[in-house]
């Protein structure tokens, strides 16, 4: 079993910027591809970015493409999302995920989840 927990939500001003954390425990996620998703309120959740194991590649979605940057700290365990010049349409709780396999296998199935943070940002 894997653990996530995500951390660095909050409220920002439209054109901000934040960092989210996401510390991975239990098995090892060295293997694994991880990422981050996002639920609006009514809407359903959507893929944000992800990164594969060593970090060699990194997808984004096209909504946060050169706005937002995903990184991780194999040593630590921990994966990073960069958030810059946020926009009132990014307002959504932020689901930290991880999976074995590629960020496409991530996308479409992960297999675990955190409890996910709140970014709010106001206009």
């Known amino acids: 079993q894997v653990q996530l927990v995500e951390s660095g939500g909050g409220l920002v001003q439209a054109g901000g910027s934040l960092r989210l954390s996401c510390a991975a425990s239990g098995r090892t996620v060295s293997s694994y591809a991880m990422g981050w998703f996002r639920q609006a309120p009514g809407k359903e959740r959507e893929f944000v970015a992800g990164?594969?194991?060593?970090?060699?590649?990194?997808q984004y979605a096209e909504s946060v493409k050169g706005r937002f940057t995903i990184s991780r700290d194999g040593a630590k365990n921990m994966v990073y999302l960069q958030m810059s010049s946020l926009k009132p349409e990014d307002t959504a709780v932020y689901y930290c995920?991880?999976?074995?396999?590629?960020?496409?296998?991530?996308?479409?199935?992960?297999?675990?989840w955190g409890q996910g943070t709140q970014v709010t940002v106001s206009s």
């Open positions: 990164i594969i194991w060593n970090s060699a590649y990194a």
């Open positions: 995920a991880a999976r074995p396999g590629g960020v496409t296998q991530l996308m479409r199935a992960a297999d675990y």
